[in-house]
Structures are given as C-alpha cells and as structure tokens.
C-alpha cells in the first residue's frame, strides 16, 4: 500500500508538468458526472418518486455508490489496461520488479484527473443528507457502505482483468460489469425486474454497494421482501469478492504467456 | 546463483502443443559470466523468462537464488538484475531521472544509497548528459545504458541481459561490454547474457551455453566450443556449423517426430 501510494504520487507530479491538460480533464470529468445528476432533475421534474423513492433518498443512492465508484475508479481502474500490457510487452517489466502486478497495474501512468467525480459524488450526497435528517444511530451505516462500496468495485475490477488474461482481444466485455455495475446502482434497485435484483445479490453483489445497507440507513422495508439480515453484509460480501478477486487475477498472471522474444 | 533441472516450457497454439523449451538443465555458480546463444526462435528468451519468474515452466524445476521464481517472484526480483534489449523496462514518457526515482520505490532503496550508487553508474556509463530527456526521445545506446543502469540500482547478485548488444554501433557496443566485464570483475556480480552477437562472446564470456531447438546442445568454455569443429579458428563459424548441424550435437539421438520442427500434435 505504502509502495502503491509513492507511485501514485510520483505520477501525480508528472502530470503536473502539463497544468493545462491536467485542468481540461479534470473539468471535462467534472461536468459528464453533472450531467447524470441533471437527467436525476429531469426525472424528478415529471414525477414524485422514482421506484418508490422519493428524490432525496434517490439522490442518497446516487450519491453513495457514485462517491464508491468514483474512489475504486480514481485509484484502481487502470486494471483494465491489462491487455494493452500484455499486448506492448510492458507486463514483463512489472513482472521483474518486487512489487505485485495489481499494484504496479493500477498506478502506471496514474492521474488524479477523476478525481472531480468523487468531489460531484460528495456533493450529491452531502445534500441529499441535509434533506434526509438520518438519525445518528442508523448514520454509522454509511462510511461502512462506501468502504464496502470502493471494496466491490475494485474487486470487479481485479475480475475483469484477470479475465483479460484468457480474452486479450476484448477488454470491452470487462466494461459490461465495471461501468455497468456503476450505473446500475444509482438508482433503486426496484425500478429493474426482480431477477436482476436476485442476480446482483446472491451472485455479483452489487446488491450491497448500496442497495441493501442504504435501506437500513434510509429505515425503508425492503421493497423485494428479501431477509432482513442482508442489509448487515456489505463487508461480508464485499470481503468475498475480494478473495475471489484476489485468486482469478494470481491465476491470471500464473497463466500469462508473454510476448515473442 | 542458478539450477534448472529438466525446466521445459510449451505453449498451446490453436490445438497444437509447441515445445519452446524441453529438458534444460544447467547449473550456473556465483561469480560467472555465461552466454547464451542459439539460433532464433531456439527458446533463449523463453528459458531467461522463465529464470526471471515472467514465465511459469510447464515442467522441472528452476531455483534462483535459492528460490523458486515462480513461488517466489517478488524475492528473486530483489535479488536479481533484468534487461531487455528489444524492449525498455523504464517509463517511455518520463525523463530518465524520474524512471530512476520510480525504480527506487518498487525496489525500497534507501534514498542514500540510492544517490551513492546512481552517482557512481550514471560517471561508468556516462548518462550524465540525458538524465532529464525522457525515454522515448534517448538513443539506442542512451536507452541500452540507462536500461542497464535501472538494473543496477538496487545492486542485485546476478544480472541477467536478452540481447543487451542488438542494434548498438561499435563503440556503444564496446562501452556495454567494457561495463559488463568490469561489473563482473570487480562487483563480483553473476552475469547471463543471450546474444546472437559472438564479439560478446569472445571478449566477455568464459562459458557458452548453446540452446538449440528448446534443448541445450553445448554448455562449456569458448576454447571447448571452437573445438567441437575441427579446423575451424572464427567463434563466428564454428557457431555457424553448429546451427547448421545441430543434431550432431546432441547428447541423445531425437525420438522419431521430435526432430524439427519442434511442433508436435
């Protein structure tokens, strides 16, 4: 970690050397996740509730797996170059080094440029918290959710890059679960059908981004009857996944092939 | 420094099995200076990823160091040096001195030998004029030094180097070798080179290894090497014979089928 941190630093200041492109991107990211909240204003604009939400507590689902995802994303996601390295050779130069391969993967050529995303989610959510009054003895709730939340989306993202080991020629799939995942909680679950609510509890546990501790935060029932219980096992699941994670991206690299010559 | 016993690497290629390596075994002790050579495509680079813990053998055992590379990757990188002569290990955007700082991190060098020993690499191989220029705009020559140099900072046992002479004009040639000897002379550091260059062999290599069709098909001195073709004085031919005729060579006779090509199904 303390070697993951010096990198990314390191790159940090690289980047540095060129202000301009620093700024553009950061703005460019700044405003593409305004604009998500701007259609969540459209929606409310026509209606009342969203799946049985109303906005606050919408913007309290929006606002926790963005501010997850956008950490997981600043900090991990350059995983998913894994086959750009495998395909340039440069994997075998991680490999010689001391340093696990997700670490050295995930700060090559970091840039704090997303960082403006996870500032957008904050704000979101700090709203959404001044309209909610949360009582303080269900609060706790929500740093667990969104270390849980980053957690899974990591882990996600170790996934889709150990599969890119097996499937070189299309990182895209990958993108399916990362940036699909992302999407699909920031709205209540309830508005998608009950199978896919099943899927991403008990299989990719999406579920427990958000989903199922936010309802303990926001005192709801759940709308799908599920038990109870599930709204406590954000760090159980997340947990999970991030020894699965952990053993598909080692027998990722165990299969490895390298390049010619 | 170095024990493979019987490592064969083989890879699978749209159905069919591709032995790239079969059978290697050597054993290199502390303090040597070994060269690799063999023709293209004959599982050099295959056999220095496997030492290096890139690669995986599919079958025997590797130890470097004492260590399994493959268990225990991260240690033998501590202990070892690696350049790649087709391809850089540093950070094509970034100035030299930044690829250095970043190789410093991922090997926790401590700041003050850090600078001790990038002081003394960057008077042996004169990298003092393009420390700041990044990577991608140094020459071939600039390129091979600072690639080398990032071996080095660390101080590692053995260095291990994939051609590190390919490509370089006659006097970066000279320089790399004049280093490399000197490395192995007064640091004592262990060093393996495959090269298909055999000015590096003479002048630097005390043994050869020659690996030919995945197998090893000699392993002794350059003067035992010149040897095995009677009448022939130039390395350069001698080598030229032995790729020729390899299968004269031999320690056992091939198996029907397992002549060339390597490829079985």
Not at chain 1, 45 to 65: I, K, P
Not at chain 1, 99 to 110: I, K, L
Not at chain 1, 158 to 179: C, I, K, R
Not at chain 2, 188 to 206: A, I, N, P, S, Y
């Amino acid at each position: 970690m303390r070697v993951y941190l010096l990198l990314i630093w390191t790159w940090t200041r690289a980047a540095a050397r060129y202000p301009a492109s620093f700024a553009l991107m950061t703005v460019a990211g700044t405003v593409t996740a305004a604009l998500e909240v701007a259609v969540i204003w459209v929606v409310f604009s026509n209606t009342t509730t969203l799946g049985g939400f109303d906005l606050s507590e919408v913007m309290f689902l929006y606002g926790t797996s963005g501010l997850a995802f956008a950490a997981a994303d600043l900090l991990f996601s350059n995983t998913d170059r894994i086959s750009q390295h495998i395909k340039a050779g440069t994997l075998d130069a991680m490999l010689i080094r001391p340093v696990g391969t997700f670490v050295q993967v995930a700060a090559d050529r970091f840039t704090p440029n997303r960082a403006g995303r996870a500032l957008q989610a904050a704000i979101v959510l700090g709203v959404a918290l001044a309209r909610l009054d949360v009582p303080a003895s269900r609060a706790w709730m929500i740093p667990v959710m969104v270390v849980c939340g980053i957690v899974i989306f990591t882990s996600i993202w170790a996934l889709s890059g150990a599969l890119q080991f097996l499937l070189t020629d299309a990182p895209e799939v990958a993108n399916a679960f990362t940036y699909g995942g992302a999407t699909l909680t920031q709205y209540p679950l309830t508005v998608y059908g009950a199978d896919l609510v099943r899927g991403v509890t008990y299989v990719l546990p999406l579920a427990f981004v958000n989903w199922q501790p936010g309802l303990y935060v926001l005192g709801r029932a759940d709308p799908m009857g599920l038990p109870y219980a599930l709204r406590f096992l954000s760090p159980v699941a997340a947990a999970t996944l991030a020894v699965v994670a952990v053993f598909a991206w080692r027998a990722g690299v165990r299969r490895y092939r390298s390049t010619g010559s | 420094m170095i024990d493979a016993d019987r490592i064969g690497r083989s890879f699978r290629i749209r159905g069919t099995t591709v032995h790239a390596v079969r059978d290697l075994s050597f054993h290199v002790a502390a303090g040597e200076f070994v060269g690799c050579l063999g023709p293209n495509g004959a599982g050099k680079s295959t056999t220095i990823k496997m030492l290096t813990g890139i690669l995986a053998p599919t079958s025997g055992r590797v130890t470097v160091a004492g260590l399994d590379p493959t268990r225990r990757r991260t240690a033998v990188a501590r202990e070892i040096g690696v350049v790649f002569g087709q391809r850089t290990t540093l950070w094509w955007d970034l100035p030299l001195r930044d690829s250095f700082e970043l190789v410093r991190l991922l090997y926790k060098v401590d700041r003050v030998q850090f600078r001790e020993r990038l002081g003394e690499l960057t008077e042996r191989l004169g990298l003092g004029g393009f420390l700041a220029t990044p990577v991608r705009q140094l020459s071939l020559g600039q390129r091979m030094r600072g690639d080398i140099a990032a071996a080095l900072l660390h101080d590692p046992s053995l260095l291990v180097l994939d051609e590190p002479t390919i490509g370089l004009d006659v006097v970066s040639k000279a320089e790399v070798r004049a280093f490399l000897r000197d490395l192995n002379t007064e640091r004592g550091t262990t060093v393996v080179l495959t090269t298909h260059d055999v000015g590096d062999v003479e002048r630097l290599c005390r043994r050869v290894i020659l690996i030919d069709h995945g197998r090893l098909a000699f392993d002794g001195t350059v003067d035992e090497l010149r040897a095995t073709v009677p009448g022939e004085t130039s390395i350069e031919d001698v080598v030229a014979h032995l790729y020729l005729n390899s299968s004269a060579l031999r320690t056992r006779p091939p198996r029907p089928g397992e002549d060339s090509p390597t490829a079985t199904a």
